[in-house]
């Protein structure tokens, strides 16, 4: 790794999920953070794990099919350029902005979290055990 960690990266969180009342397994409590916005997770595992669920909450609960949908709901126009971060994501995951995304397949999965995870940090240091355990981790329950 070159450079500074990026705050996903030092956190463990390369999402960047804001902390709310989920109760993220391996979330660092609040008191032992220096992060008090977002998430901090003990590995970066559980942090990918995270944003796997949050994805996949988008989906099965929210009714995100197309790549767009999921787009527009993690990085909503409020806060992000989220053209811009559709644009990037499409092109680093090989997934059409509006074709329909089945993400219970891990392969498919597997390509938008690291495609995310790189828009996040602007680099993705995970190699590919770390981000497939995290996968069949939040597929698997």
């Known amino acids: 790794m070159t450079g500074e960690p990026t705050r996903g990266e030092r956190d463990n969180d390369p999402g960047n999920l ?33 944003l796997c669920k949050v994805l996949l909450s988008y989906q099965r609960l ?12 993690y990085a909503p126009k409020t806060e992000n350029d989220t053209d811009a971060y559709l644009a990037d994501v499409v092109a680093r ?19 938008i979290v690291r495609a995310i995870i790189f828009h996040e940090n602007g680099r993705c240091i995970y190699d590919a055990a770390v981000v497939s355990k995290a996968v069949s981790l939040a597929l698997a329950d």
Do not use: K, M, S, Y
């Open 62 to 73: 929210d009714g995100c099919r197309t790549l767009a949908q999921v787009i527009d709901r």
């Open 18 to 50: 804001r902390r709310d009342a989920t109760p993220w397994l391996g979330l660092v409590p609040l008191a032992d953070c220096v992060e008090q916005v977002f998430c901090t997770f003990d590995t970066p595992v559980h942090g990918i794990r995270a």
């Open 93 to 111: 995951a090989g997934v059409g902005a509006g074709e329909v995304l089945d993400l219970a397949r891990p392969a498919e999965l597997t390509n």
